[in-house]
């Protein structure tokens, strides 16, 4: 069991680096032109904290591979998880309140922002679960 959760942790680690390639992508287009910064912020704030998530996933499976002595990195791993979705919705508010919002798409990064933080909590909780049990 613990070999697909370093599986899932290892897939969960790349599809955080494709969310930050995204994110790359969008400030890109908007130094270009392409996006407003409406449209771009929501897709920022997920690559960013995307980077982030790469960070933490791999400190779940290092903690995942240590097993029982890696229980205080995983908890690292989760508590750093909570930091970030906290900053994550905190940003996002942020750019709600100060932007006006005139078309759906700048909703589809603030949905992905948060469903990857969402996820990322999901990860390093269960690496940290994994390491309690032995």
Known sequence: MPGTLAV???VA???EGLVAGLGAMAWSDHRAGGFTTEEALPFVVAGVSAAAGVVFAVLAMIALLRGRSGRG???AAV????LRLGAVI???ATVALN???TSAFPLVGMVLAVGDGIGGLVVTGAAARRTSDG
């Open 90 to 92: 905190i940003a996002l």
């Open 13 to 15: 680690a790349l599809a």
């Open 99 to 101: 932007a006006s919002v």
């Open 79 to 82: 508590n750093l998880s909570w």
């Open 8 to 10: 899932l942790i290892v």
């Open 73 to 75: 990195l995983a908890r």
